[in-house]
């Protein structure tokens, strides 16, 4: 019976039940639901009806797993991706939708269009964008938004190594949770949201910049293109499967408000840790923990409404794996897997040509196989290959034949051979 009361519920749903009991406990009006949650306010009416008639299994999905009713036919999809590449190339979406509405008559939304455009990469003249720079009201609650970003600066002043600080500012209040590491690269960037997380909450949304930890460069493949799936950052990729939209800027003004809090530490944080004889990473960290607080305390703004967003963690162990970088890596045929120059040697006995290599924040690693956890040990040292043996030839000697030798004369082997065999007849007749 008591198997019957669980609710399976992912990250993302677990988001979006909290957002929606905010607004049955009169927090939040709906139409700040529906904003948050980029949904409409008679769906959001619609899911608060469920939640309170069917309780909390009410904010999952009725259509989970079902064809969508409203979708446009392949062939029609088809159809208007030849004409618009051949008839009507170089139409925009917009000139496109009133020739296919007038003369073939297909309605298909100039948006829809667009987007067809973009897929099949179909050319077309666009409006040139200006640069434009405008002035960000804050969020309303807090947790809404988190801006993210590492600062690259002599932060000990020459008297330890050189390392980066990653920080993250909520936008809404301005509160600071600062973390330094040796680099700014993907394992920095998921530890320091990790404690963030567990110490805030999950933001609904975080604001980077187009760092190659936080974007994807990589070049589509086959597979993708034809599904229409874009490449995604180990970083994105786990804050994904948590539902946190991650929002890139485009220029550093963009997210002005964490290059501010830089600036600023750069000048009182540098000479505060100055002060206290910081030297390495590990006292500096040590350092922010007792100088976050007060800094916050001191700088920090009260938000617009009192609602806090931050969404709760419902797995923390969960949360270890998900904020990790998972990669594929091939079982040789001696159990070997290789993986960042290290050799690891699979002493579980199974039957598989891949495996999945996860490297997590705390510095651990896992080899697993459908999601299996494999023992392995590292090989240190690899088999040197045996030296092969070179083959010592002989010279052999080279033997002259004599004078005698039938070689030598042919003449006078053939005649006494002819001897020989008109004897033999002889004796056969007589």
């Known amino acids: 019976m008591a198997e019957q009361d669980k ?25 700040q639901a529906a904003e948050l ?17 069917e309780g909390n299994a009410g904010i999952c ?21 030849t004409l618009c590449g051949t008839t009507y190339r170089e139409f925009g979406p917009t000139h496109a939708h009133e020739k296919l509405l007038a003369i073939h008559k297909i309605k298909i939304s100039d948006e829809t ?36 970003d590492g600062s690259h600066h002599d932060w000990f002043e020459r008297r330890g190594p050189s390392c980066v600080l990653m920080g993250l500012v909520d936008d809404a209040t301005g509160e600071v949770y600062a973390r330094f590491y040796e680099y700014e690269g993907t ?9 963030y997380g567990k110490r805030y909450g999950l933001p609904q949304s975080v604001y980077v910049d187009r760092h190659t930890t936080y974007k994807s460069t990589a070049v589509s493949t086959i597979y993708e293109e034809l599904h229409d799936i874009k490449p995604m950052s180990d970083f994105q990729k ?56 007060e800094y916050n305390r001191m700088f920090a703004k009260e938000p617009l409404k009192k609602a806090d967003f931050h969404g709760p963690i419902t797995n923390k162990r969960a949360l270890d794996e998900i904020l990790s970088i998972k990669t594929k890596r091939a079982l040789r045929n001696d159990f070997t897997v290789a993986h960042n120059k290290v050799l690891y040697q699979i002493t579980s ?44 030839f002989r010279i052999q000697r080279v033997c002259k034949p004599s004078g005698m030798h039938p070689w030598r004369s042919p003449g006078k082997a053939m005649v006494s051979a002819r001897i020989q065999r008109q004897t033999a007849i002889q004796n056969r007749t007589f």
């Open 7 to 31: 609710i399976l519920m992912s990250q993302r749903e677990a988001n979006r039940f909290y957002v929606i009991r905010q607004a049955i406990d009169k927090k939040i009006t709906q139409r």
């Open 37 to 53: 949650l980029h949904r409409g306010e008679r769906q959001i009416r619609r899911l608060v009806r469920r939640v309170r008639t």
């Open 61 to 81: 999905h009725k259509s989970r797993g079902k064809r969508s009713h409203n979708g446009i036919r392949e062939k029609i999809k088809n159809k208007v991706i």
């Open 113 to 148: 269009l667009r987007g067809w455009f973009q897929q099949e990469d179909l050319p077309y003249k666009k409006r040139k964008k200006r640069p434009h720079r405008e002035w960000r009201k804050r969020k309303e609650h807090r947790g809404e938004m988190v801006q993210m």
């Open 187 to 195: 394992i920095p960037a998921l530890d320091s949201f990790k404690r």
């Open 238 to 293: 786990s804050l994904d499967l948590l539902g946190v939209t991650v929002i890139y800027a485009y220029s550093p003004q963009a997210k002005g408000r964490i290059e501010r809090v830089f600036e600023t530490f750069q000048d009182r944080v540098v000479k505060e840790m100055r002060l206290a004889g910081v030297k390495n990473i590990t006292e500096g960290n040590a350092f922010l923990d007792g100088y976050l607080p």
């Open 349 to 392: 006995n199974i039957r598989a040509k891949h495996v999945m290599v996860e490297e997590r924040t705390d510095g651990s690693m896992r080899i697993l196989h459908n999601k299996q956890r494999l023992k392995y040990t590292v090989i240190d040292v690899r088999p040197q290959k045996q030296e092969t043996r070179t083959k010592k």
